[in-house]
């Protein structure tokens, strides 16, 4: 049976595949017999798997690069509990094909023009202005490319739109926190979660084929976002511990020092952020890994949660009876 409309996402041991897809990124490397193979992270806009291109030639390797469209056939297996694409035929797609790249680009469940009518609505509820003047600063500047930029290279929200969508999610989560606990700050939070990851639209190159810029790679974007906070403070004439507070949120959003975070969380409103940041990543990751599995099996390993596989229960909750 050929499957020719059936997702990534969706796919399962033993689909046999007749379809097109976009090769996401392209590595050379070197098999225990010397010889030469491309290894190819094959996407769609449900998601991505491996494959291996054994004994690749010199034309192989300039013709199966990154954003290239293929046509494909092959089979999926299982290696080390990940799935593979086993490749029996692979060719690149001309015009003929009548297939373009946007077609193979998974981005967010809602549209740009939404999450930014969301996140300007927090930012025009904050009370203190000296807050709401720095983050409405900083998300104008930086609005097109915050509209349209991946929270991650891989792992999380690694997708278009991506960061707008993972901030968006993540105001909900404080949003929600605040009738339990009334002694958070919502202008300090809600802006730490607007700016936490907003240096991303300078570390990383954009949403497709995503890798880290040379800023990206030597500063990074917590360094970048806190020089960043200093630099609108300063055109914008705003003094105060305010600028302290915003940019001490950032610095210690990642929580530890091991986890990439300069400082540790000493405000409540940063613990809280880094708090509402790892549950919505671990979510996502969770939430991905588990739409492509059936109830009562495992998920794939996910490398960043100690690379556990997670379970999808096979019982069903009755109806509530209203």
């Known amino acids: 049976m050929l499957l020719m409309s059936k997702g990534i996402r969706f796919q399962q041991v033993g689909d046999r595949v007749e379809t097109y897809y976009l ?188 890798t880290y810029t040379l800023e990206g790679k030597l500063l990074g974007h917590i360094s970048i976002m806190v020089t960043e906070i200093a630099e609108a403070a300063k055109e914008l004439n705003i003094e105060g511990e305010e600028v302290l507070m915003l940019q001490h949120l950032i610095l210690s959003h990642h929580g530890k020092g091991e986890w990439g975070s300069p400082k540790a969380p000493v405000i409540r409103e940063a613990e809280v952020l880094h708090m509402v940041d790892n549950i919505d990543a671990k979510m996502n990751m969770m939430d991905r890994a588990l739409e492509r599995v059936q109830p009562g099996e495992f998920s794939e390993r996910i490398m960043p949660m100690d690379n556990r596989s997670f379970y999808k229960p096979s019982f069903h909750e009755p109806p509530l009876d209203l």
Not at 112 to 128: A, C, G, R, S
Not at 135 to 150: D, G, M
């Open 23 to 210: 090769i996401k990124t392209a590595t050379k490397g070197t098999a225990s017999n010397g010889k030469p193979f491309l290894t190819l992270i094959l996407s769609d806009h449900t998601g991505d798997i491996e494959s291996k291109l054994w004994g690749c030639s010199p034309e192989d390797e300039a013709t199966f690069k990154s954003r290239v469209i293929v046509h494909i056939q092959g089979e999926v297996t299982e290696y080390r509990g990940r799935l593979q694409l086993k490749i029996s035929s692979i060719r690149p797609t001309t015009a003929m094909d009548q297939v373009k790249v946007a077609d193979f680009i998974r981005s967010a469940p809602l549209s740009p023009e939404d999450m930014l009518e969301e996140v300007t609505q927090y930012i025009f509820e904050m009370k203190n202005a000296n807050i709401q003047r720095i983050t409405r600063h900083l998300v104008k500047k930086h609005q097109q490319a915050f509209l349209e930029s991946p929270a991650a290279t891989k792992n999380h929200h690694e997708f278009v739109s991506g960061l707008a969508y993972h901030v968006v999610c993540m105001l909900k989560v404080a949003k929600s926190l605040f009738q339990l606990y009334p002694t958070l700050d919502p202008d300090l939070l809600y802006a730490g979660v607007i700016l936490h990851d907003l240096g991303k639209v300078r570390e990383l190159s954009g949403p497709i084929d995503t």
